[in-house]
């Protein structure tokens, strides 16, 4: 069964270092995204993005952090200058369409610390 | 503000019992999924529910969207150990492009 995978599983950084997290999408999706999880907090959108560009963004998502698809099969999420408050699960999710009844299907995640 | 309360938060019961979670907001949505996460992992998708009043079945887990898009269920019959883990539902808006509004998320236990 196709999945969404993520690389690594487990990035510590310092702060103020730029970090690259990875994702493949499962491959004939077409929607992408970007959620965080802080440790015993709900999982929060971050960004949505389809056809090269970005759909919609939260508030955290600010000039920080950056969305790529630089090839066919990869979506990178970069935070630039990573701070404390960092520190969370990332979760990369593809749909196959859009609409309202799109099926959000997640990877297991990467846990990044920043100390 | 875009809230989707679940509940209860914490739920410990005696396998064969049957349980309901909720998810509760007062704003509309264009379709609510449900998700099962186990520590460490991504959310795993058990269901969507696009139209109001309509009701899935998978196995022992029943789903149910409000009449009004503004709530759903998940009743699970006859519990199992296997059914133990963290349940979210996640709700998204119509003509929005895939944000998902997250519950808490209940913790069910499940006994032996």
């Known amino acids: 069964e196709p999945e969404v995978t993520q690389t690594p599983s487990h990035q510590v950084t310092q702060m103020g270092q730029e970090v690259i997290l990875r994702c493949v999408p499962i491959?004939?999706?077409?929607?992408f995204y970007w959620y965080r999880q802080i440790l015993g907090q709900k999982v929060e959108f971050l960004v949505s993005?389809?056809?090269?560009?970005?759909?919609?963004k939260s508030e955290i998502f600010d000039d920080q952090f950056s969305v790529e698809r630089p090839d066919g099969s990869n979506f990178t999420l970069k935070i630039r200058s990573t701070k404390l408050e960092d520190s969370a699960m990332y979760f990369c999710?593809?749909?196959?369409?859009?609409?309202?009844?799109?099926?959000?299907?997640f990877g297991p995640g990467t846990r990044l610390t920043v100390t | 503000t875009q809230l989707l309360e679940q509940s209860p938060q914490f739920l410990s019961i005696q396998e064969g019992e049957n349980l309901t979670v909720y998810c509760n907001s007062s704003?509309?949505?264009?379709?609510l999924q449900w998700y099962r996460q186990e520590p460490g992992e991504g959310p795993v998708l058990l269901v969507t529910?696009?139209?109001?009043?309509e009701v899935k079945k998978l196995k022992r887990l029943t789903f149910q969207f409000g009449d009004a898009r503004k709530d759903s269920s998940l009743h699970i019959t006859a519990a199992q150990p296997g059914d133990t883990g963290l349940y979210l539902c996640?709700?998204?808006?119509?003509?929005?492009?895939?944000?998902?509004?997250f519950g808490q998320g209940t913790t069910l236990q499940v006994k032996p």
């Open positions: 704003s509309v949505f264009s379709s």
């Open positions: 993005f389809y056809n090269n560009e970005i759909s919609e």
């Open positions: 529910v696009v139209t109001g009043g």
């Open positions: 999710a593809s749909s196959l369409a859009g609409g309202p009844a799109r099926e959000q299907y």
């Open positions: 491959s004939n999706h077409l929607y």
């Open positions: 996640a709700g998204a808006r119509s003509g929005n492009t895939g944000k998902l509004i």
